[in-house]
């Protein structure tokens, strides 16, 4: 059992940064995979971007390719996503998830989820 908290979010204009944190509590949080994933009003949950257990291998979208970069911290059970050029189309609730297999883009393989934080980007 994984819990997730999620914090870092906030109200930006466009072109700033946040860098949202995600810390775990449980179990065994360095054998799992942990991505972002964020939802606009409206919209579909979509994938951000995903980190494998052993920080060696980095995916995103192609939406914040170049802007994003996820990272985590084994020791401390946290998770990042370092988010710069923000635009008001990352305007959406992050959401932190892990999951025990390698690595997937879709929603519906992450067994752990936090409860998310609010990204505002104003134009």
């Known amino acids: 059992q994984v819990q997730l908290v999620e914090s870092g979010g906030g109200l930006v204009q466009a072109g700033g940064s946040l860098r949202l944190s995600c810390a775990a509590s449980g179990r065994a949080f360095s054998s799992y995979t942990m991505g972002w994933f964020r939802q606009a009003p409206g919209k579909e949950r979509e994938f951000v971007a995903a980190i494998t257990w052993s920080g060696g291998s980095t995916y995103y979208a192609d939406s914040v390719k170049g802007r994003f970069t996820i990272s985590r911290d084994n020791a401390k059970k946290t998770v990042y996503l370092q988010m710069n050029s923000l635009k008001p189309e990352d305007t959406a609730v992050y959401y932190c998830?892990?999951?025990?297999?390698?690595?997937?883009?879709?929603?519906?393989?992450?067994?752990?989820w936090g409860q998310g934080t609010q990204v505002t980007v104003s134009s």
């Open positions: 998830a892990a999951m025990s297999s390698w690595y997937s883009r879709r929603f519906t393989e992450y067994e752990y």
